[in-house]
């Protein structure tokens, strides 16, 4: 199985800051990663996927980038709603695989 | 609009079976896959597998092989998924989500309420 490694696994951040989470796959997945949010008692969104492309109706402050085995989810400016779990998942091969999370918090 | 509606909470003993029902609706049930993904409390995501509505056919992840099956009943839109030989570390949170299209493939966009399945004895 390939494995997904998120880091950090919890950011403390204030509204306005650019945040950077980062997502390390055990072998190249190309560009066949997403990014999903996750709120408390709610299912989780999809905000990106093939690593860079914006999901419908998800905010431009969202955005992804990498390719092979390194990927980064960026919020230019964080706002008061994205305060949430994120999850990277890659499906270049069965099983699809999460990575562990990363929980941003306010700071 | 898409809807994934799930079965209620189930609490089960060590050892026993649980099966959670998805009803779809709001789109042709069996154009898209249906994936089974768990949660346990306070942790990440796992996907179990998942199922092509059409053929029946379906793709299990290798630590839910020989436990997991999922099934789908098309006249009613329906997907399925049973569990066997509970344990506790199989008390989660289990959805049932909607495959995406197009270069969406095995990407989910749509999710399940979620089913909350409790193993103790």
């Known amino acids: 199985d390939i494995q997904m490694t998120q880091s950090p696994s919890t950011l403390s951040a204030s509204v306005g800051d650019r945040v950077t989470i980062t997502c390390r796959a055990s072998?190249?997945?190309?560009?066949?990663l997403a990014w999903y949010q996750q709120k408390p008692g709610k299912a989780p969104k999809v905000l990106i996927y093939?690593?860079?492309s914006l999901e419908s109706g998800v905010p431009s402050r969202f955005s992804g980038s990498g390719s092979g085995t390194e990927f980064t989810l960026t919020i230019s400016s964080l706002q008061p709603d994205d305060f949430a779990t994120y999850y990277c998942q890659q499906y270049n091969t069965y099983p699809l695989t999460f990575g562990g999370g990363t929980k941003v918090e306010i700071k | 609009q898409v809807q994934l509606v799930q079965s209620g909470a189930e609490v089960k003993k060590p050892g026993a079976s649980v099966k959670v029902s998805c009803k779809a609706s709001g789109y042709t049930f069996t154009y898209y896959y249906i994936h089974w993904v768990r949660q346990a409390p306070g942790q990440g995501l796992e996907w179990m597998g998942g199922?092509?509505?059409?053929?029946?056919?379906?793709i299990y992840g290798q630590k839910f092989q020989g436990r997991v099956t999922m099934t789908r009943d098309t006249s009613i839109s329906t997907a399925y998924m049973e569990l066997s030989r509970l344990t506790s570390d199989d008390t989660a949170l289990y959805y049932c989500?909607?495959?995406?299209?197009?270069?969406?493939?095995?990407?989910?966009?749509?999710w399940g309420q979620g089913t909350l399945v409790t193993v103790s004895s």
């Open positions: 072998q190249s997945i190309r560009s066949w």
């Open positions: 093939k690593a860079s």
């Open positions: 199922i092509y509505p059409n053929s029946g056919g379906a």
């Open positions: 989500a909607r495959d995406g299209e197009l270069e969406r493939r095995n990407v989910i966009d749509y």
